[in-house]
Each structure stands twice: as C-alpha cells, then as structure tokens.
C-alpha cells in the first residue's frame, strides 16, 4: 500500500464504521420501542388486576353474584369492559402486537364467559349509548375477527 492510496482507504473504513453505526442506531431504535410497546402493554395487565382484586372471588370462579350485592359490585364489571373496549380499541388501531391480542383476547373471551361477567354484560347492553362499540363487536362477532381488520 503506498501512501497516495491512503485518503481511499480512510474514506472506505468511514463509509464501513458509518453504516455500522446506523445499523447499530437502527436496532437500539427497535429495541426501545419494544421495550416501550412491553411497558404499556404491561401497565393494562396490571390494571386488569387491579380490577380483579375489587370483585368478588366468587366472580372470578365463574359463580354468580347475588341480586342484592350485585350493584356493589357494578363499578368494577364497568371498568372491565372499560378496559376490554379499550383493549379492542387498541388491536384495531394496530397498537398491540399479534400474540399480546390473542391472549388479551383469549382471556376477555374467559372472563366473558363466566356467569357474573355474563349478567353485568347484559346490563350495560340494557344501554343503548353503553360506549363500549368495539366490545358488543368482539362479543357479537363471536371472538373470531381480528379488529386490526376492522
């Protein structure tokens, strides 16, 4: 190598080390925002328990409420399917990812499924502006559709 042939072996090294740097800028970019996407996909599993805690374990199991403590309990159904709706709302604007739907999906169908969720499901339908479109959707279509495809 002579020393003419310098200044080209420089602006090849440079060229290297840049795209280097902006792969290495790219995946840091990727990363991040999955460990931002896992952040908040977290915060609503986490408010999911919260709500949990407040109903009756009896609820949980799949049992029904009694008629007199059912309205103690209202509140809490309420920001359930708050945050089922939101959920849904969330996968039709492509804000979750595949696999954190299935299983939000799979679990809202569950809860869905047990006999005080079904009876305080039936009392926010007595509501004909309840607000919760994006659900009474999920439910009506049967759980089968992907609201990314809405």
């Given at each position: 190598?002579?020393?003419?042939?310098?200044?080209?072996?420089?602006?090849?090294?440079?060229?290297?080390?840049?795209?280097?740097?902006?792969l290495l800028a790219y995946s840091q970019l990727r990363?991040?925002?999955?460990?931002?996407?896992?952040?908040?996909?977290?915060?609503?599993?986490?408010?999911?328990?919260?709500?949990?805690?407040?109903?009756?374990?009896?609820?949980?199991?799949?049992?029904?409420?009694?008629?007199?403590?059912?309205?103690?309990?209202?509140?809490?159904?309420?920001?359930?399917?708050?945050?089922?709706n939101e959920q849904t709302f969330l996968r039709m604007?492509?804000?979750?990812?595949?696999?954190?739907?299935?299983?939000?999906?799979?679990?809202?169908?569950?809860?869905?499924?047990?006999?005080?969720?079904?009876?305080?499901?039936?009392?926010?339908?007595?509501?004909?502006?309840?607000?919760?479109?994006?659900?009474?959707?999920?439910?009506?279509?049967?759980?089968?559709?992907?609201?990314?495809?809405?």
């Amino acid at each position: 190598m002579e020393l003419k042939d310098l200044p080209g072996w420089i602006s090849a090294i440079a060229a290297v080390v840049s795209v280097v740097g902006i792969l290495l800028a790219y995946s840091q970019l990727r990363l991040s925002r999955k460990v931002a996407q896992l952040h908040f996909e977290d915060g609503l599993s986490r408010e999911f328990r919260e709500i949990a805690a407040k109903l009756p374990k009896v609820a949980l199991m799949g049992g029904s409420i009694p008629d007199n403590e059912r309205d103690q309990y209202f509140d809490e159904f309420f920001r359930y399917f708050d945050l089922c709706n939101e959920q849904t709302f969330l996968r039709m604007k492509s804000r979750v990812c595949t696999a954190t739907w299935n299983n939000w999906r799979s679990g809202i169908r569950a809860m869905l499924g047990r006999t005080a969720f079904k009876d305080a499901w039936q009392v926010v339908l007595g509501y004909p502006r309840h607000g919760f479109d994006e659900l009474a959707r999920l439910i009506t279509e049967d759980f089968q559709s992907d609201p990314l495809s809405w």
